[in-house]
Each structure stands twice: as C-alpha cells, then as structure tokens.
C-alpha cells in the first residue's frame, strides 16, 4: 500500500493553530476556495465556538504560532447565523501579469509570466464583453454539482506599471477556474491570438473549449470579500502595491 503525504492547506494551518489556542476542535467556513499555488491576501474564514478567549488577542497568539508562510489581519465576534461563505455579496481577485521577454526570479512565484507584448486596448475591448449578467459556463473548468452557471461580473479592469499588468475582476460569484480562464482568454486577446470581438460567441457557445487557456494559479490572488454591512476584506497583493 502506497501513502501519500498529506495535503497542507491554509485551512488546515489555521484550523490547528485556533484549536491548539482555544483548547477546542475547531472546523472553518472560507469565504473563497483556492487551488493549489493560489495565494489570498483578503480571506475570511468563520467558525462556530462556546470557547471562553479574549478574542481581540488571537491574532496575536495566532500569528506567534502560524507558519510564516499563513497569518492572520483581525478577528471579529459576529452573530450566530454569519457565514464567511454564505454571507458574502461579492468578492474580487486580482490576477498579475509580468509581461517581459527576461524572467524575473524574484517574481516567479507571484506573477504569470507572458512574454509577447499584451495590447491593453485589446484586453479592454474583449473584457468589456464580459461585464455583467452572464452565463460563464464557457469560462467554466468543473461545473458546480448543482445551480446554474450564471453569474454577474460587476469590474474587469486592468492596469499597466513598467512590466507588470494587474487585473481585477469582481463579481457576486466565481465558478471553478472561471478567473483564471477569463484571464487567460483575455491575454488571448491581447497578444493578438484571439478576436476581442468574438467573445459573446464565445459566452453564447457554452463550451469550455471555445474559450482559451487557463491561467497558471501562481498569478492569482484572491484580495477581497464583501458583506450585507458593508464591510471588506480587500487588501492590495504586496507584488502590486505600486497600483495604489
């Protein structure tokens, strides 16, 4: 018999820091799933306690027995029906390009590298076919195990800075691989290998294989989660803060 070593998960280092912490098991609900290499600067995570803790101070005690590689922003005591999943109205990722001919070592594991030129006008012209109320099962790489495929992309935006392209996209949901897709149709888009016009035929077909590649997850962040109250999670991804 073959055993295969044990998946680490940024759930799953948390799960047992908080249980270590709280003297107690503890099971969390994330507010967005991450593939594997994908990192996430805004999650939000909850979970359900009869823990006594000065829960200001766990991210203190949190962070001082987290990997370096996992920590954690804040805490919050919210009501008993919250769901960090469940609650969320929107959430938004930010995908990020290093568009040169030279690799970049330092940046190799968190930005794509594409090294034909990306015309931004091209990437803007086929994303705005892709904003709004859609079905996105052609951007889609497994589909859910129940409801329908339509979401309603509310931003796509992309910026330039020297070498790097930031993208962010927003939207009330995500399907599986569908930021990464959109991101890889649209580099299609802007190299010059795809038609920024033909995009709603592409929508219109439902076929995954109309749409282009997937995008490698390295380049992905997920960056914010929006609640009812209004509150955010967003957080710049360090390899892009000179965006802001």
Not at 101 to 108: D, F, H, I, N, T
Not at 198 to 221: E, Q
Not at 224 to 244: C, I, L, M
């Amino acid at each position: 018999m073959q055993y295969l070593p044990s998946v680490r998960t940024v759930a799953g280092e948390l799960e047992r820091t908080f249980s270590a912490i709280l003297q107690c098991e503890v099971k969390l609900s994330s507010a967005g799933r991450t593939d594997s290499g994908v990192h996430a600067t805004g999650q939000v995570v909850s979970w359900k306690t009869e823990a006594t803790f000065p829960f200001e101070r766990l991210p203190i005690a949190a962070n001082s027995a987290l990997p370096q590689d996992v920590s954690i922003r804040s805490v919050a005591v919210v009501d008993d029906g919250f769901s960090a999943r469940f609650s969320a109205v929107e959430r938004t990722y930010v995908y990020v390009i290093y568009n040169s001919r030279e690799p970049s070592a330092l940046l190799a594991r968190y930005a794509h590298r594409v090294w034909t030129p990306i015309d931004l006008e091209r990437f803007r012209a086929g994303a705005q076919h892709l904003i709004g109320e859609h079905d996105f099962r052609s951007l889609c790489g497994r589909l859910p195990d129940s409801g329908p495929t339509i979401r309603t992309l509310k931003a796509l935006g992309v910026q330039r800075k020297d070498d790097l392209v930031r993208i962010e996209i927003r939207a009330d949901g995500f399907l599986h691989h569908m930021v990464r897709t959109v991101v890889g149709t649209l580099v299609e888009c802007g190299t010059g290998r795809r038609d920024p016009a033909s995009l709603p035929r592409m929508l219109a077909s439902r076929d995954r294989s109309a749409a282009g590649l997937t995008a490698p997850p390295h380049g992905l962040y997920l960056a914010g989660v929006r609640y009812p109250d209004g509150f955010d999670s967003f957080a710049e991804p360090p390899v892009t803060s000179a965006f802001v």
